[in-house]
């Protein structure tokens, strides 16, 4: 099987290193030896199991991607960066003919989706890569679009930690609120209660130390309008490597997509578990 070429992005950070290095250990994979990284970045290179990744900021990569492209192929991008160049970076794959998975959260959603489907490309669009996490949402969907109105007069509290690191509120949290709103709740994102404290992390939620700076631990918790009836939600976690899985699983369904000469779509990573 010919290897699919793989340009990880957002390196070095956490998110990106791990990405890169499982794709460095799986046969489906060569990774490219470029990232595009922050304007903050002052290194010229990052070594990931010997291979020097050189790393591109944002005012010159425009000058170097003809070159990529010119030397390599097709290949396939995975954006881990950061929220705030999430549109930024949308912008210069699609103007580049570059399909991408985007594992980073934040941004302008919709302005996101809107600049793939003008374009030449397809794309990867999730809040979360980890696919179990992914199933359970789907189901949460399924029950949404089948039960309206199921917790009418409910209370609902969501909490979600992450690494310090991450800026934004979880994006997966985010997009449970429009499942449960189906559901008969009123609740807004910015009700989302978020931890980025390591020693609340750890002496309030009970958080393994060793994972302080890298976990996803998010809890639903549904109480009757008379506190007879309570519904509580947990998926913990630890560690990165669920969302690397899931972040090549989707580079190879892309591939497939971009071989068949698809434009202009927004996939889910349910289409990735369906494999449609």
Not at 43 to 50: D, L, N, Q
Not at 69 to 97: L, M, Q, W
Request: charge should be neutral; include cysteine; charged fraction near 25%.
């Amino acid at each position: 099987m010919k290897r699919i070429k793989l340009m990880v992005n957002g390196i070095p950070g956490n998110m990106a290193v791990n990405a890169a290095e499982h794709a460095l250990r799986d046969e489906r994979f060569e990774l490219m030896p470029w990232s595009f990284t922050g304007p903050e970045i002052t290194e010229s290179e990052y070594v990931i199991a010997g291979l020097a990744i050189r790393l591109t900021r944002p005012d010159t990569r425009d000058q170097i991607i003809a070159d990529i492209k010119r030397s390599e192929g097709a290949f396939i991008t995975a954006d881990y960066t950061h929220p705030s160049a999430v549109n930024a970076n949308a912008e210069f794959y699609c103007r580049n003919s570059l399909p991408f998975v985007m594992g980073t959260t934040g941004g302008d959603r919709k302005r996101l989706s809107e600049t793939v489907k003008g374009s030449d490309i397809s794309a990867v669009i999730a809040p979360n890569m980890a696919k179990q996490i992914v199933g359970f949402q789907a189901m949460m969907e399924y029950a949404a679009d089948t039960f309206p109105g199921l917790f009418e007069g409910y209370s609902l509290e969501i909490k979600e930690s992450h690494q310090k690191g991450k800026a934004d509120t979880s994006g997966t949290a985010k997009s449970m609120v429009q499942y449960f709103n189906k559901m008969g709740i009123s609740f807004s994102e910015n009700d989302i209660v978020k931890e980025r404290d390591p020693e609340i992390q750890k002496s309030v939620w009970g958080i393994p130390e060793d994972c302080l700076k890298g976990h996803g631990w998010h809890t639903y918790t549904l109480v009757s309008q008379d506190k007879s009836l309570k519904f509580e939600f947990t998926h913990n976690i630890n560690g990165r490597d669920a969302y690397a899985r899931g972040t090549l699983d989707a580079a190879v369904f892309l591939s497939k997509k971009a071989a068949e000469g698809i434009k202009g779509k927004v996939y889910s990573m349910t289409d990735v578990l369906k494999g449609k």
